[in-house]
């Protein structure tokens, strides 16, 4: 059975960092990916991280402030995120592509986590 099982979120102040963290089992996945979900809002790409290319990618909206991070062996990922935004409150998941599918488009992810809520105060 594939699980991904997302933590770290909880309420922080504007200008705190957070880092949350995605425990994947029942399979080993070469790309993972950060998605999140703000209130009246569709969910939306963050980040991901190609193992086997080693690349990452990030929305604009939180590029130089967010960072994805892997380790393979523990089929584990993170996401640092620092100089937090009121506009990063959403609820964040962890997700892995189907085969062939894009990892910017929610519509493509075959797993999902059930999510971590960050909120940020202003």
């Keep these: 059975q594939v699980q991904l099982v997302e933590s770290g979120g909880g309420l922080v102040q504007a200008?705190?960092?957070l880092r949350?963290?995605?425990a994947?089992?029942?399979l080993t996945f070469s790309t993972l990916g950060w998605f999140r979900q703000a209130p009246?809002?569709?969910r939306e790409f963050v980040a991901s991280s190609?193992?086997?290319?080693q690349s990452t990618y990030y929305a604009d909206s939180v590029k130089g402030r967010f960072t994805i991070s892997r380790d393979y062996?523990?089929?584990t990922m993170w996401l640092q995120m620092n100089s937090l935004k009121s506009e990063d409150t959403a609820v964040y998941y962890c997700a892995a592509p189907k085969?062939?599918?894009s990892?910017?488009?929610p519509k493509d992810m075959k797993y999902w986590g059930k999510g971590t809520l960050v909120t940020v105060s202003s």
């Design 103 to 105: 990892i910017f488009s």
């Design 99 to 101: 085969t062939g599918g």
């Design 50 to 53: 190609n193992w086997s290319r």
């Design 73 to 75: 062996a523990k089929n």
């Design 24 to 26: 994947a089992s029942g």
């Design 15 to 17: 200008g705190d960092s």
């Design 20 to 22: 949350l963290s995605c």
């Design 40 to 42: 009246g809002k569709e």
